[in-house]
């Protein structure tokens, strides 16, 4: 069955980075659009990144713009997010997303928490 587990969460200090980490299986990830979004505490789920199937193309919010890098690995079946310059607003729950219309899986999230 499809699945996408991510990994790589944890709690790091202001200025500090994580790699996050996707592992999917289940499904021909090499022609899936993916993408990490995130959600905090009573606020709606967010895009953060995405990268088309070919990793030609990326795309981030605004506000990681510079800070984060979204990268992918179709040989491994993998997804990751670099995050550097972590900022207390980036706590969050971060969700791994694959996407190829009418078909879209989630991940069941990894905790991501800067505090000093």
């Known amino acids: 069955q499809v699945q996408l587990v991510e990994s790589g969460g944890g709690l790091v200090q202001p200025g500090g980075s994580l790699r996050l980490s996707c592992a999917a299986s289940?499904?021909?990830?090499?022609?899936?659009?993916m993408s990490w979004y995130r959600q905090a505490p009573g606020k709606e789920r967010e895009l953060v990144a995405a990268i088309t199937s070919t990793a030609g193309s990326t795309n981030y919010a605004d506000s990681v713009k510079g800070r984060f890098t979204i990268s992918r690995d179709n040989a491994k079946n993998t997804l990751y997010l670099q995050m550097n310059s972590l900022l207390p607003e980036d706590t969050a729950v971060y969700y791994c997303?694959?996407?190829?219309?009418?078909?879209?899986?989630w991940g069941q999230g990894t905790q991501v928490t800067v505090s000093s």
């Open positions: 289940g499904f021909t990830f090499s022609s899936y659009i």
């Open positions: 997303n694959a996407l190829h219309p009418p078909y879209a899986y």
